[in-house]
């Protein structure tokens, strides 16, 4: 089909305008298979949330057909249904290529029915068939023991996002459609999600979407007034206070409203044909090269149905239909109540089940009828499992951004451009499956080289001021971690890969989506059917420990905890302390598969340890000794382990183990150095765990250590919990001591510095050679010292700022 645009992209027209025209006007018989299908999927959903028996009313229902516990959400769904009915002949009828995203995942119900009505469902579970039996399964197995969860989760076929935590059903939607040009994401946004905060700002993801390369986003605002105890705000303002609201954000706003049937059909049908119209003709003036740049003008629909719509109106004389009360199970002790389980009968026994389900029990075929082919219904699509789509990344050779370090601790470097170079190059290579996400932050965390190569995307007004910005970028900057975060879920779940970089303490803003994510991922991997998709890869830099000019508000490791929480099969946190090792780390990340990879490293110039083939095998194990920075000279014994994970926390550990060298050198001090955060668990409690004998080689059984970590000390107790005498590990970390101060300050409040260190090895060592009384007194006569000279210069002393292991390292 041939489309042209006229110049403000509201009208199209088409070659073939009949075909808008039929999918503006359904005849009698379109309108009746949708509303059989409709019908069909309320009862299905009904079905499922009260009945484990009788599954299509062969006998009159008693309370023996009912389940024990009754769970589930009635309210949004038979909007959800309505609107995937209307969707699905759309479809149908022009081939568009589109995934589902209900906003309102508590309508788990609802898409459930609908993969099961597109035979979808029973090809997936085939236990689960088009039969009478087939639905008493479909029936029993939700919200049970042994069955599924009550949202459009992981295990509902055609969804990536289920809505458990509210607020991200646009950021999803906008991300799936990024460099996707021929896909539609429906976009159902509940009329309570809109109250939350991750909602209200990602209505600007059209500020972003580029008509040419990017698909397109259709939301639906459903306002159907109520939310599970109360009103919703914008079901109860003006109608022209929302559509202002809506069109302020730049969407071009369509309504509809009612209840009445067949009317709604015919309504809906056009609207959303309209609808469609408008994104085709924006993309296909984009295309032909007929467009000014400028950002248009999308559609957007304002749904208002009532909540609980085609339920009882009234229960024991109390209105239910259109109010919160429909929310979750309208009867709720039917079980007890004859009068309740009356009306439940009744109210499935409105939909007609013997006009919708033959005497075998499977849908009649003026349902069958509705479903698009094959990969074209929404519930199989591959856009919705997008391992099936995803190609591997054209990665450069991370060896050709490699630091030369000819000796340890010599020269400095910002780690993060090492990796910035990196990324520019897979940009290039990648123009179609590769993305930044950052919020405004590119260039300060040191990532700017990709600018080299992309604009920031951009789809409002651009000054000759602005530097890197256009409507063609793709680099994804926004002030808001919620959006950079959705957005990159959305990228990869529908199978493209990508970063979401970000200041260490704000990583915590989107931390639940980083936790929802992660549970995403773990129920997909007993999901034979679900294709492994590209990591979520985190990159977290202006740490905690150099955020001492922005202060106490800029320092929080947390989601470093957050994420070790996760199961293992899924969590992985990396703390690299040098550039040779980033890189090692990040093409690692960018191959994997369905993780949540975690890096955290700092932005600032930082000393260098590891040359690159040094830096390859470390990361390779994970952790290991560093011979040259300590004087164990491989002993299986030493006195005192002296163990670091993170860039900074590194730092201090190797100058402690300098002060010690030089100052008690008959200690035997060895120094371990961790990359791999999830080497340090038990092989049966993380997947990469090293063995026994990895952990005794480097922590030995007896010996204590002193640990100098990057985030909360607590986390290295947890992840050693179980290894030989785990009480012997004395952990220095971050303990929310912080302010506007110098850097070495912060290790100084956080009593992780490297006198603290230094104390810490004496005081912990197995034996203590003669003047080691005397070098603990001169640590912390140093730490007074550094008290009075950092009020007093405003700066580090000499000997800390400008350290480096200098000649020390030719020892």
Request: aromatic share 8%; with cysteine.
């Amino acid at each position: 089909m041939t489309v042209t645009a006229v110049s403000d992209n509201r009208t199209a027209t088409f070659d073939q305008q009949e075909l808008l025209r039929k999918l503006a006007a359904p005849d009698d018989a379109e309108v009746e298979s949708l509303d059989a299908w409709w019908r069909a999927n309320n009862y299905l959903t009904v079905g499922q949330i009260y009945l484990q028996g009788n599954p299509l009313l062969r006998e009159p229902l008693t309370s023996e057909h009912i389940k024990p516990r009754l769970l589930g959400h009635w309210g949004t769904s038979p909007g959800l249904s309505f609107v995937y009915a209307h969707v699905s002949r759309l479809i149908k009828h022009t081939g568009q290529q589109a995934i589902y995203l209900a906003g309102p995942g508590h309508g788990g119900p609802a898409l459930v029915a609908a993969g099961y009505l597109e035979g979808t469902y029973s090809e997936v579970y085939p236990k689960v068939g088009l039969d009478e039996g087939g639905l008493l399964r479909l029936f029993r197995q939700f919200s049970s023991p042994g069955g599924i969860p009550s949202h459009v989760s992981v295990t509902t076929p055609g969804s990536i996002h289920e809505g458990g935590e509210l607020g991200y059903v646009l950021v999803h939607a906008f991300g799936s459609v990024m460099d996707n040009p021929d896909l539609l994401a429906i976009a159902v946004v509940g009329d309570g999600e809109a109250e939350t905060g991750p909602l209200e700002g990602s209505w600007k993801g059209i500020s972003f979407l580029n008509p040419v390369h990017d698909g397109a986003v259709l939301p639906i605002l459903h306002l159907n007034g109520a939310k599970i105890a109360g009103p919703t705000v914008l079901a109860r303002k003006d109608p022209a206070e929302v559509r202002k609201l809506l069109e302020g954000h730049g969407y071009e706003v369509l309504e509809i409203e009612g209840k009445d049937l067949p009317g709604m059909h015919h309504r809906f049908a056009a609207l959303l044909a309209e609808a469609w119209g408008k994104i085709r003709s924006i993309q296909a003036a984009a295309r032909n090269g007929e467009w000014d740049g400028s950002r248009p003008r999308w559609p957007l629909i304002i749904m208002r149905t009532p909540k609980g719509w085609t339920g009882p109106e009234k229960i024991d004389g109390i209105t239910v239909t259109g109010s919160w009360r429909s929310h979750q199970v309208p009867l709720s002790g039917v079980k007890g109540n004859d009068e309740h389980l009356a009306e439940l009968e009744k109210w499935l026994r409105s939909y007609r089940p013997d006009e919708l389900f033959d005497a075998t029990g499977a849908p009649v075929q003026i349902i069958r009828d509705l479903a698009p082919p094959g990969d074209l219904r929404m519930s199989a699509t591959p856009h919705a499992n997008g391992g099936l789509l995803t190609k591997d990344l054209d990665l450069p050779d991370f060896r050709d951004y490699a630091v030369d370090v000819k000796r340890p601790a010599e020269g400095r470097a910002e780690s993060t451009r090492k990796l910035g170079e990196m990324m520019r190059d897979i940009y290039s290579r990648n123009p179609d499956r590769f993305r930044l996400f950052c919020p405004d932050e590119t260039n300060s965390n040191r990532l700017g080289a990709v600018f080299d190569v992309s604009d920031r995307a951009f789809m409002e007004g651009v000054t000759s001021d602005d530097v890197k910005l256009s409507n063609t970028g793709r680099v994804m900057e926004v002030l808001s971690e919620h959006n950079c975060h959705g957005w990159l879920e959305g990228y990869n779940l529908t199978g493209r890969h990508g970063m979401f970089a970000t200041y260490e303490a704000f990583a915590m803003v989107s931390a639940s989506q980083t936790v929802q994510h992660g549970k995403w991922l773990q129920e997909a991997s007993h999901l034979p059917w679900r294709a492994k998709v590209p990591s979520l890869n985190i990159l977290l830099t202006s740490t905690a420990w150099r955020n001492d000019h922005n202060g106490f508000s800029h320092q929080g490791p947390g989601l470093i905890q957050v994420v070790l929480n996760q199961r293992g099969n899924v969590a992985r946190v990396y703390l690299p302390p040098d550039a040779n090792t980033l890189l090692s780390v990040a093409d690692h990340c960018f191959r994997s598969r369905s993780y949540v990879n975690l890096i955290v490293i700092d932005k600032q110039p930082q000393l260098q340890w590891l040359d690159m083939d040094q830096a390859i095998e470390h990361c390779r194990k994970g952790a290991g000794i560093w011979e040259w920075a300590g004087t164990d000279d491989g002993d299986r014994d030493p006195d005192i382990v002296l163990a670091c994970a993170g860039d900074v926390v590194t730092m201090e550990t190797v100058a402690a183990a300098q002060i010690l060298m030089k100052k008690l050198p008959q200690l035997k001090v060895r120094v371990v150095n961790v990359v791999n955060l999830m080497t340090l668990p038990r092989p049966k409690d993380h997947p990469h765990g090293m063995s026994e004998t990895m952990f005794r080689e480097l922590f030995t059984d007896h010996v204590d250590v002193v640990f100098s970590f990057h985030g909360y000390p607590g986390a290295i107790h947890q992840l050693v919990h179980g290894r030989p005498d785990a009480d012997r590990f004395r952990v220095r970390g971050f303990i929310e001591q912080g302010t506007t101060t110098t850097p070495f300050d912060m290790t100084v409040r956080n009593k992780a510095s490297r006198y603290h260190l230094v104390i810490d090895a004496i005081n912990n060592a197995r034996r203590l050679p003669a003047g080691a009384t005397e070098v603990k007194a001169w640590c912390e006569a140093q730490l007074v010292k550094h008290d009075a000279y950092v009020v007093e210069h405003l700066e580090d002393m000499p000997e800390v700022r400008d350290w480096s292991l200098g000649d020390w390292a030719e020892h």
